[in-house]
């Protein structure tokens, strides 16, 4: 399995690209601002095919290079129902004062939209990805957990969660845009994320990646979290 990730843009958003290996379709995770040039270049290294975008969110500094990058590689966009109108006007997802820094830059969707749908499994690029919504940090905010293959040296099961801006390293995403709910996304981490396994690595939206385990015991803002859902009994 491939994994390849980079930040970019002025918010510093992790942008993935994930495959079977070199050399074989791949999907592209929240191509945010000037992520679309590193995104090429990642394709052309791997000799990588992309045939979907995800978005974990609607947020502009995670899907500004997606009508981009969908429309020249004739490929859909994945969102969710609660978010896709952001694609169009970014502007009801930041409110008024982070606005400005549209300007006037128009966006459109992508030329094929599919939305996500809660429980659903997506079967795409040969691998099986679990869609969770999540919301809270936005009204459409999605975690997106690949079936991945066990470990060929070990034969230990490989799992890993792409968390957007639900949770971080350390922390959760912030409340304070509209859509936002402190509270809703507290309960969204307890249901869909504190019943999984401690070795679960989570690939969030920005900053260093994690370990499901590590948050359970070390993350500040799930201390009033209850006993029961910390240790993972509150299950999805």
């Not at 994690?210 to 009033?224: H, K, Q, S, W, Y």
Request: net charge negative; charged share 20%; glycine share 12%.
């Amino acid at each position: 399995m491939l994994i390849a990730g980079f930040a970019a843009g002025m918010f510093q958003t992790n942008c993935y690209l994930v495959a079977e290996g070199p050399g074989s379709d791949a999907i592209i995770i929240d191509p945010g601002q000037d992520a679309a040039p590193n995104v090429r270049e990642a394709l052309a290294e791997y000799s990588l095919t992309p045939v979907a975008i995800f978005l974990t969110h609607g947020h502009l500094d995670h899907t500004w290079n997606a009508q981009e990058l969908a429309d020249e590689f004739s490929i859909p966009a994945y969102i969710h129902a609660a978010d896709r109108p952001m694609l169009t006007d970014p502007g009801v997802g930041v409110g008024r004062a982070l606005s400005q820094m549209i300007g006037d830059t128009v966006f459109r969707e992508p030329e094929k939209v599919i939305e996500f749908v809660d429980g659903e499994d997506v079967e795409i690029a040969g691998i099986r990805w679990g869609v969770a919504h999540a919301p809270g940090h936005s009204p459409g905010s999605v975690l997106l957990t690949p079936d991945l293959p066990d470990d060929p040296e070990t034969g230990e099961s490989v799992s890993v969660c792409f968390s957007g801006d639900v949770l971080f390293n350390g922390s959760i995403g912030r409340t304070d845009l509209p859509g936002g709910n402190h509270q809703q996304l507290l309960d969204s981490i307890a249901a869909t994320l504190m019943g999984r396994d401690d070795h679960q690595v989570i690939l969030p939206g920005h900053g260093p990646q994690t370990t499901i385990g590590a948050e359970r015991t070390g993350n500040p803002f799930l201390v009033d979290l209850p006993d029961a859902q910390k240790k993972g009994r509150f299950g999805l």
